[in-house]
C-alpha cells in the first residue's frame, strides 16, 4: 500500500492536472525498502520515504481520472525515516476511524449540473 502526502504542491490545470511536491512522503514497510534495494534495520517496521516529485494526472473530457505519471526528481537526496512502531495505525484501523466521516458521491451529472441526468437520443431502426 502506497500512503503520499504532500506539502506546498503547485498545480497548473487544463484537461490535465501537472503537480510538484517539494517534499512527498510514502510510508513503505521495511521489507518493501529492502525489496527496493535500500539497507534498512528492521524489515517489520514501517518507515517514511522522503523525496522530491513530479507528477502528471490526465482527465477525460468528464472530468475523470484516467492516469497518473509520477517522477521523483532526485532519489539522491531521499531519506529513509524510521516511525516509532506507537505512531503507526493498520489500514483497517484508519478505514474504522475514516468511515464515519466518508459520504457517498451524487451521480456525476447531479453533481456537474445541479439536477438528474437527461437521457440521450435514442437511435431509431425502421423496418
Known sequence: MRHVRRER???VADNFIASWA????QF???RVLRGLGFDVDDENAMYVYKDQEEM???YDDRGR???EDVWEIDPAKAEIIKLDA???ITPHEAAERLAPL???L???DEAVTGHEAIPGPREVVTG
Open 106 to 108: 451524487p451521480p456525476f
Open 56 to 58: 502528471v494526472w490526465p
Open 65 to 67: 481520472l484516467i492516469g
Open 9 to 11: 504542491a503547485g498545480r
Open 22 to 25: 517539494p517534499t512527498a512522503y
Open 86 to 88: 506507537a505512531d503507526v
Open 102 to 104: 466518508i459520504q457517498p
Open 28 to 30: 513503505m514497510p521495511g
